[in-house]
């Protein structure tokens, strides 16, 4: 039955997805000042990649990079955003790829003209979410799914070391125009909480002073009336995300000015 | 000849471009407080659509870009960058497209199996250019290549009216990130040209004394020690770039904090 269902994507697989065009996602978790990324080892290549999968000829492109995280992961529900498309000559994911090992490891055989077997470009979708709620299972086609520290990425296959580099400096950007750190803090959060998240995703320390001037100036924090009482002498003041000021920025432009 | 290459084309273009996949590039124009995007009219194609083209199975994705620019307008050696990559189901490019117009004007059939009738994703450039340098020209395949005013932007066809908006978009957050403006001003700029400047490039009226100290705080801009005299009384401080602050940014996440 499993091989039956191989052998019918290796065949006819262009017929339901796009050739030459595949997804790729890195997914960043956070939690507890700790930033990690979800790696999987796929059946058929030796080392570490991203999550990755064709592209259905019925869907948009956002709801087939749900489903890839969702099959190859067990994870649902990200919300997940392009950041780059990788097509540079020889980035393919098959192109390379063992055919002996593939025959071995699944009993189909994969002709010279497969669809599989050609270039291929590939958009890169990034997510955040609480590593400490998520627990990754891996597909019949991988054999680990697992966080990995982002100060211990081993070498990944293909380009994907790019498509992390590239993914971080898209989600750095974003995080000083779209409310990317929203689902990682509670709806009221202290300083020293957004500090933490901050750090963890720019990957560098940030004045603690400084720091939250600039979030208020750039229109993206709310100073609440309100404190948390965390201790006998210590009641830090509360915040939240300016969200209307974000949605008015999304479809007029920054607030700057 | 013309006749031979079409048809060439036509019926082996998969073999030099990859199929399924293909570029569209929103360029805008700026001078003297306009802003300006290029249109094209296809021979094909009733209405106006942006420049694009498919991609050589040799070339990286941004030399594409450059080079489908260069074909279809003349206009050489633009900064490209990627912003978005559209594949939504029935967004294709020829689709719909007219067997019969496509007969009477190049003399060459288009089988049903064509490898140009099928899904096309295609990946969205933008870049700035100082319109008042640069006069396109159309090639072979189209009929009309002009600088449109963004405020009269016709209907265009395909998703383009989506991506013109998209790319809108990119560019407005990338403009306090990248040194985007910098090739539209003189090295050393006043204010108000600045201001002039980013006013037409994020569609709105921007605070003239607020405006200048977010770009400071933002580490974008310096200030020079240096005045332009424009008349008796007149002479304005100049400012310019902080290049070394964009690519450090660049390079470590940005410099707030």
């Not at 290549?45 to 999968?53: R, V």
């Not at 009993?107 to 050609?118: A, F, N, Q, R, T």
């Amino acid at each position: 039955m499993e091989i039956s269902k191989i052998e019918d994507f290796v065949r006819n697989g262009y017929k339901e997805y796009l050739p030459h065009v595949s997804i790729d996602c890195a997914i960043f978790g956070y939690h507890d000042q700790q930033l990690k990324i979800l790696l999987i080892k796929h059946k058929l290549i030796l080392g570490w990649c991203l999550p990755g999968g064709y592209i259905k000829r019925t869907e948009r492109l956002v709801e087939a990079a749900n489903r890839i995280v969702k099959e190859r992961t067990g994870i649902d529900n990200l919300f997940l955003q392009q950041f780059k498309t990788f097509g540079d000559p020889n980035r393919s994911r098959f192109k390379e790829f063992d055919k002996e090992e593939f025959f071995k490891a699944t009993g189909v055989s994969i002709d010279k003209g497969s669809w599989l077997i050609d270039d291929t470009i590939s958009i890169g979708f990034y997510a955040i979410t609480d590593f400490s709620l998520t627990v990754p299972k891996p597909d019949v086609m991988s054999n680990e799914c697992v966080w990995c520290d982002l100060s211990e990425l081993p070498k990944l296959e293909f380009d994907h070391d790019q498509m992390v580099i590239d993914a971080l400096h898209t989600l750095r950007i974003q995080l000083y125009h779209y409310p990317i750190g929203y689902t990682m803090l509670p709806k009221k959060f202290t300083l020293s909480e957004i500090h933490a998240l901050y750090q963890a995703l720019l990957g560098k320390k940030l004045d603690v002073s400084n720091f939250p001037k600039k979030l208020i100036a750039l229109g993206l924090l709310k100073k609440l009336n309100e404190k948390r009482s965390i201790g006998p002498h210590r009641s830090p003041h509360l915040y939240c995300f300016d969200k209307k000021k974000y949605e008015k920025a999304l479809r007029e432009g920054l607030a700057l000015g």
